[in-house]
């Protein structure tokens, strides 16, 4: 299995609700990111997580919230966001030392959007 | 800091045509380069990457790309364009020796007309 897969494909939410992002890999890799994309722009780094321990933290507003449960998972919990917080929101995972560290597998992205 | 240069926001080419997309980076080192293709809607895919030895390195779907150092470059080619390859390239950075950071560059939109 050499995919990443993150769901929900897209969600709307409102500016009270509570929702989550939720990511999967079963590559045995050992560090996992979360990136938000948007329109004609690259991704940016928000998290990352390094045998299961934060380990980056780009500054990332509060109403954001990473979980990694386990090796294989990562999950973003999402509370009072912003309109401009809509993105597509992009999941990856990397070995988690050694030159494979750096070479990243990315899932197909979350695209949400916040009314 | 490190940073990643792509010139062209926007390429069109003839399908058939050759195809050679630029990528600058600053580094105080050579870092690890990649280069990565988005589909629209889609996720990133890993095209080829450099961490050393031979300066020409091959990659999926007929992609190849050549370091220089001198020029602290990393350009990506392909010899005849399909109109399948339409899609946004970016080309990216990661230190050496790790450290789990990647830099993407701003984009390279390519169109191909057929």
């Known amino acids: 299995d050499t995919e990443v897969t993150q769901t929900p494909k897209h969600l709307v939410m409102g500016m009270t609700n509570k929702k989550s992002l939720k990511c999967e890999q079963h590559m045995g890799h050992r560090a996992m990111y979360w990136y938000k994309q948007k329109a004609k722009k690259p991704p940016e780094l928000m998290f990352v997580y390094s045998y299961e321990k934060l380990s980056i933290n780009e500054s990332v507003p509060s109403r954001f919230s990473p979980e990694c449960p386990n090796s294989s998972l990562l999950n973003l919990h999402l509370h009072a966001l912003q309109p401009e917080d809509s993105a597509l929101y992009l999941c990856?995972?990397?070995?988690?030392?050694?030159?494979?560290?750096?070479?990243?597998?990315f899932g197909a992205g979350s695209r949400l959007t916040v009314l | 800091a490190q940073s990643v240069t792509q010139p062209d926001i926007h390429i069109t080419v003839s399908e058939g045509a050759s195809l050679e997309l630029r990528c600058n980076y600053s580094?105080?080192?050579?870092?690890?380069l990649f280069w990565y293709v988005q589909s629209p809607g889609q996720g990133l895919q890993l095209l080829l990457k450099y961490f050393s030895g031979d300066t020409l390195v091959q990659g999926i779907k007929g992609f190849e790309a050549e370091f220089k150092r001198s020029q602290s470059s990393f350009n990506l080619r392909k010899p005849s364009v399909h109109w399948s390859d339409a899609a946004e390239y970016f080309c990216?950075?990661?230190?050496w020796g790790g450290g789990n950071k990647l830099t993407f560059g701003t984009g390279t939109q390519l169109k191909v007309e057929l």
């Open positions: 580094y105080g080192a050579t870092p690890y």
């Open positions: 990216a950075v990661a230190p």
């Open positions: 990856a995972s990397s070995q988690g030392t050694g030159d494979g560290a750096n070479v990243l597998t």
